[in-house]
Every structure is written in structure tokens, then in C-alpha cells.
């Protein structure tokens, strides 16, 4: 199956996702990503890295195996059950793609990974479907160095993509709260900006709180905020850009 084409069709957001996956990593592991686009991607373009499938669903992983079979892959492992049990090859470089579910799921899986020892810092690719914030606010308290974040748009919505590394002792470079990714002169960020503001707003007036009404006042003063004082610039509050 490697002939280092990519054959598999990835939209621009799984695109962006498999870009930033680092070109040293010998073992990915795709955790609950679109039917596997990703680690199928993987195996036709590097022939030395291992995947590990992951999914819940049977089914899918029972079609994956098909689809593997069929082209005739190897150099992968399908593992069907919670990602939350999936366990990291304790040597090499590993990656792990998290993309697409939820803010609680996506923090029990990203713990249960942070809590395992590998020889080796693994790197983690995440980017959740909703509520992005909340694990945003979990990876600034978490063992984590921020690697790099971007923001990509695909169909009228906007994903923020974060990757981070186990840190090592002594080292680390904190996760904002808020995304230190913006660009205010492009409009998909704006819009992206705007709906985190509604969302949120939305919950405060359901359930009034402290913490969502800052969570508001933030996203609101990014929106308004100068875009060469954006990177920089800290907010004296519980929370900072």
C-alpha cells in the first residue's frame, strides 16, 4: 500500500489535521476520526510508521478491515472498545490524532493518555467538536507544552486544531485559554469568534455563572482587540489570551 501518494480524499480540514501530524512520529494512532481517514492516509505515504485504529463502533472497524484487506495495507492494528483503554507503545515517537467528539470525552481520553509512561513524550493532535474552551481549560492545567495551534475552515465552520506534547520536567510552553491563533483580519475567524460568543451567552442565560460570564467577556475583547497586540497580550482576570 505505501507508494508515498496520497490516495485517500481528505476535505481541507482532515487535511490540515494530517499536515501537522510531525514527520518523525513512528506510531499514530487515530482516536475516533472520521472511519479512519486519517491513519489510512498514514500507511500509503509512510511506509515506517505503525497505526493503531481505534474506534467504539464494530462496524466501522469491521469495514476498515475490508478496506485494509482490500488494498492490501499492513503495518496497522485495529483496536475496537473505548479509546479511554487504548494504550500508548511505551517506546518511539507516537502521535495521536483526537478529533471530532465532544469536551468531556475528548478531556477522559487526553487524561487517560497523559497518565501512562512511555519513554518518550507523545504528542497529541486535538480537535474537538464543541466546547472547545473547556478543553483548552483542562490542557492549561495538565502536563502539557503546547507544540503549535491553527484554525483551518471548512464548510462555514471553523475547527482549532492544538497540538500539545507530554512535558518534561521543567518544561512547558501553557495552552491558552482562548486560542492564541487568531487572525482578526480574516473573516471565517470572526464568524468563528462570533458563534463562541452566542454559544456561550446561551448558556449563561440558561445557567447563570461566574465562569461563563467571563468566558464571554474574553471571546468578546479577542473580537475587539488590535491584531498586533493579540499574541502577546495578557487579560488580569482568571483567565488570559
Not at 512520529?25 to 479512519?36: E, I, K, M, N, R
Not at 462570533?194 to 451567552?201: C, E
Request: proline share 4%; glycine share 6%; with cysteine.
Amino acid at each position: 500500500m505505501p507508494n508515498n501518494q496520497l490516495k485517500t480524499r481528505l476535505g481541507k480540514r482532515l487535511k490540515a489535521l494530517y499536515q501537522s501530524i510531525p514527520g518523525q512520529t513512528d506510531h499514530f494512532l487515530d482516536l475516533c476520526c472520521d472511519h479512519g481517514s486519517l491513519g489510512r492516509a498514514v500507511l500509503e505515504t509512510r511506509s515506517d510508521c505503525h497505526v493503531t485504529f481505534n474506534d467504539l463502533r464494530p462496524g466501522i472497524m469491521n469495514d476498515l478491515a475490508e478496506l485494509l484487506q482490500r488494498y492490501q495495507a499492513h503495518n496497522f492494528t485495529l483496536d475496537t472498545g473505548p479509546a479511554q483503554q487504548v494504550q500508548l507503545p511505551v517506546q518511539g515517537q507516537s502521535t495521536v490524532m483526537l478529533a471530532g467528539i465532544g469536551d468531556e470525552q475528548a478531556i477522559e481520553i487526553i487524561e487517560s493518555l497523559l497518565a501512562q509512561q512511555t519513554e518518550q513524550p507523545c504528542r497529541l493532535i486535538i480537535s474537538p467538536a464543541t466546547k472547545v474552551h473547556y478543553v483548552r481549560s483542562f490542557l492549561a492545567s495538565a502536563s502539557v507544552s503546547l507544540e503549535q495551534e491553527s484554525l483551518v475552515t471548512e464548510n462555514r465552520r471553523t475547527y482549532e486544531v492544538i497540538s500539545v506534547r507530554k512535558a518534561l520536567s521543567g518544561e512547558k510552553k501553557p495552552v491558552s485559554r482562548f486560542g492564541s491563533a487568531w487572525a482578526l483580519g480574516n473573516t471565517d475567524h470572526q464568524q468563528h469568534l462570533l458563534k463562541l460568543i452566542q454559544f456561550y451567552d446561551a448558556q449563561q442565560n440558561r445557567n447563570r455563572t461566574d465562569d461563563t460570564a467571563l468566558i464571554v467577556e474574553h471571546y468578546k475583547k479577542i473580537l475587539k482587540m488590535p491584531t498586533n497586540l493579540l499574541l502577546n497580550r495578557r487579560i488580569g482576570h482568571a483567565y488570559c489570551i
